[in-house]
């Protein structure tokens, strides 16, 4: 509840400042976008920085179906609840930009997850890269369901940004690569030694981040996250906690400008199916044995955030009122998800009851048997001495 009430101050606090100070067409402000695509971008970046390699490596095969044909079949779910509630086949637009799950939200509630690091490796790396499979069906599917609307950008655009990406992506690992050595010896030297080495490693990172964002090469951050890994400790987790609240701050602020009650019930909607399907299909990747001490908390571990935010902001050109409904789906996907995760972390603390005590049984009682008499010795003959002849 903690939590909850965290995030509800967040979102109430931009949108105080909205109001306050009359902040109208946010969105459309070229310091917002750049705002919440660099939280995106350390959201994504959060994310990778903290998967265990080794569990990533065994968990592989089930990252790319849930990154493939997860995504799928959540954005199927989502719209069949909107079709049903709403018969309107343009929600299927709203129902892509809700399936990914926030990298940012992840990273920030890492630290405090009961997960194992194999439920952990896989819900980072599902919420690092399904972003393109997003973006993708974006692509496709906006003109589908807007019947010749127009579509957000285009696969031309898509295929050049994915071949951007993975270049700055494999700069970065040829500059890994050479300096891989080196940074490992540091790290056994002297604590000024360590200290200057990290500090050069996060001057880099920020670097590569900035051209990153700057270019909207998001994916290229999230690849840099599984190899580039200054060690700061909790820094990492901590700015992400710290991001996450700026991200539902960033929120607030489009939310009070586009706030209509009818299409906010849209959203409450389109947020419960969100978390409905990510319960749904993470139970059916985690059937396998291994998953079952961690499948609950990845049926609940929809979150959704700055992703979402930037595809609405995309969407809103060609469908108007997609912020209006994809902020407070949002707002109760997170909820939905403090709220559920904080009642099963009880549940799940309460020790089992103790079984009931067997009453004590009286000691069977045995028959005495007598003890068999000792016979008497014989007497041996004496010795007789031969007389000599």
């Given at each position: 509840?903690?939590?909850?009430?965290?995030?509800?101050?967040?979102?109430g606090?931009g949108?105080l400042?909205?109001w306050?100070?009359?902040?109208?067409?946010?969105?459309?402000?070229?310091?917002?976008?750049?705002?919440?695509t660099?939280?995106?971008?350390?959201g994504l970046?959060?994310?990778?920085?903290g998967?265990v390699?080794?569990e990533?490596?065994?968990?592989?095969r089930?990252?790319?179906?849930?990154?493939?044909i997860g995504?799928?079949?959540?954005?199927?779910l989502?719209f069949?609840?909107?079709?049903?509630?709403?018969?309107?086949?343009?929600?299927l637009v709203?129902?892509v930009a809700?399936?990914?799950?926030?990298?940012?939200s992840?990273?920030?509630?890492?630290?405090?997850?009961?997960?194992?690091?194999?439920?952990k490796?896989?819900?980072?790396?599902?919420a690092s890269?399904?972003?393109?499979?997003?973006?993708l069906l974006?692509?496709?599917?906006?003109?589908?369901?807007?019947?010749?609307?127009g579509a957000v950008?285009g696969?031309g655009?898509?295929a050049v940004n994915?071949?951007l990406?993975?270049?700055?992506a494999?700069?970065?690992?040829m500059?890994w690569?050479?300096?891989r050595g080196?940074v490992r010896r540091a790290e056994?030297?002297?604590?000024?030694?360590?200290y200057a080495?990290?500090a050069?490693?996060v001057?880099a990172v920020?670097?590569?981040?900035?051209?990153a964002?700057?270019?909207?090469?998001?994916?290229a951050?999230a690849?840099l996250?599984?190899?580039?890994r200054?060690d700061?400790?909790r820094w990492?987790?901590g700015?992400?906690?710290?991001?996450?609240v700026?991200?539902?701050a960033?929120v607030?602020l489009?939310?009070?400008?586009?706030?209509?009650w009818?299409?906010?019930?849209?959203?409450?909607?389109?947020?419960a199916a969100?978390?409905?399907a990510?319960?749904?299909?993470?139970f059916?990747?985690?059937?396998?044995?291994?998953w079952?001490?961690?499948?609950?908390?990845?049926?609940l571990g929809q979150?959704?955030?700055?992703?979402?935010?930037i595809l609405?902001l995309l969407?809103?050109?060609?469908f108007?009122?997609?912020?209006?409904?994809?902020?407070?789906a949002v707002?109760?996907?997170?909820?939905?998800h403090?709220?559920a995760?904080g009642v099963?972390d009880?549940?799940?603390?309460?020790?089992?009851?103790?079984p009931?005590p067997?009453p004590a049984?009286p000691?069977?009682?045995?028959p005495?048997?007598?003890?068999k008499?000792?016979?008497a010795?014989?007497?041996?003959p004496?010795?007789?001495?031969?007389?000599?002849?």
């Open positions: 509840m903690i939590r909850s009430a965290a995030l509800l101050s967040a979102l606090a949108w400042c909205a306050q100070w009359g902040l109208h067409e946010v969105d459309r402000s070229p310091v917002y976008g750049y705002f919440i660099a939280l995106l971008g350390f970046y959060a994310s990778t920085s998967i390699i080794a990533f490596r065994k968990q592989l089930t990252v790319v179906l849930a990154v493939t995504v799928l079949a959540k954005v199927a989502i069949g609840v909107m079709y049903f509630a709403f018969h309107d086949p343009a929600y709203l129902a809700v399936a990914q799950i926030d990298p940012l992840v990273a920030a509630m890492r630290a405090k997850s009961r997960m194992s690091d194999s439920a490796a896989l819900l980072s790396a599902w890269f399904d972003d393109p499979i997003t973006v974006t692509v496709y599917l906006t003109a589908f369901a807007l019947q010749g609307g950008g696969v655009t898509f994915l071949v990406n993975l270049a700055l494999g700069v970065a690992f500059l690569t050479l300096v080196r056994t030297g002297g604590r000024a030694v360590r080495v990290r050069v490693m001057v920020l670097a590569i981040g900035f051209v964002v700057q270019y909207s090469l998001l994916l951050l690849l996250g599984l190899f580039f200054p700061l400790g990492v987790d700015l992400a906690q710290a991001g996450m700026l991200a539902l960033a607030g489009v939310l009070a400008a586009e706030f209509s009818v299409l906010a019930g849209v959203g409450a909607v389109l947020g969100a978390f409905g990510q319960a749904v299909v993470a059916a990747l985690t059937a396998p044995k291994r079952r001490g961690d499948r609950v908390r990845l049926a979150q959704n955030g700055l992703t979402a935010i609405a969407l809103e050109p060609t108007p009122g997609a912020i209006a409904v994809v902020a407070p707002v109760v996907v997170n909820l939905l403090a709220v995760n099963y009880r549940v799940a603390a309460r020790p089992a009851p103790a009931a067997v049984r000691p069977k009682r045995v005495r048997v007598p003890l008499p000792a016979t010795p014989q007497a041996t004496a010795y007789r001495v031969k007389p000599t002849p």
